[in-house]
């Protein structure tokens, strides 16, 4: 069964870092790029950033950009999502998913909550 | 900075048929944008209905469908179903190497 589950969430005080996982199961993890989506309590889904499969190339929504960097171990299956000088707003469920070939995510994972507050 | 527009709620009846559409601030939405779109519900994870503009994913049943209307992208669903009622999001690909969703629509089946 394909499964991606996310993990790392929790509470952290305003500038503070936070490192997600996501650990992928199922399917062959080193040709897929993958992605990071959030949702924020009671909005909509917001794209995070994407990686492709051998981790050489990756792209950021503007309000992240700087801030956090994505990253991968394809040996060991897992995508990262490494989250510094978090901010109020960055507080969301934070899903991963595959990338489909055609420029879609085709596989999602339950998602990790993330609340950032003093 | 691009803004991608849905309605923001929409209703149809039990056996309906209902069009929600996916649009640009500025320009019109083509098969260039590799368009997805995705079902949410309270609580869940979204789950990948359409792709490419008007490819089902594997295991959507074909009473949804997915085009090119005029200037905008749209999902069709017809004969919905009580368990339809769900957030829609659309989702564009940009040149720039960035995907945008859309702020999604309510769909209520009354």
């Known amino acids: 069964e394909v499964q991606l589950v996310e993990s790392g969430g929790g509470l952290v005080q305003p500038g503070g870092s936070l490192r997600l996982s996501c650990a992928a199961s199922?399917?062959?993890?080193?040709?897929?790029?993958m992605h990071w989506v959030r949702q924020a309590p009671g909005k909509g889904l917001v794209w995070v950033s994407r990686?492709?499969?051998?981790?050489?190339?990756?792209s950021y929504a503007d309000s992240v950009k700087g801030r956090f960097t994505i990253s991968r171990d394809n040996a060991k299956n897992t995508l990262f999502l490494q989250m510094n000088s978090l901010r109020a707003e960055d507080t969301a469920v934070y899903y991963c998913a595959r990338a489909g070939r055609a420029y879609y995510m085709d596989v999602w994972g339950k998602g990790t909550t993330v609340t950032v507050s003093s | 900075q691009t803004v991608v527009t849905q309605e923001p709620s929409f209703s149809v009846s039990p056996g309906g048929t209902v069009t929600l559409t996916c649009g640009l601030s500025?320009?019109?939405?083509?098969?260039?944008?590799?368009l997805s779109w995705y079902q949410q519900t309270p609580g869940q994870a979204p789950r990948t209905l359409i792709y490419?503009?008007?490819t089902r994913s594997s295991g959507v049943p074909d009473r949804f469908s997915g085009s090119i209307l005029g200037n905008k992208a749209a999902l069709t669903i017809t004969g919905a179903q009580a368990d339809d009622e769900s957030d829609y999001y659309c989702v564009l690909y940009m040149s720039s190497g960035i995907w945008v969703f859309g702020g999604g629509t309510k769909l209520t089946v009354l």
């Open positions: 500025s320009g019109s939405v083509s098969t260039s944008y590799y």
């Open positions: 990686l492709n499969s051998d981790g050489s190339g990756s």
């Open positions: 199922g399917f062959t993890f080193n040709i897929y790029w």
């Open positions: 490419n503009t008007n």
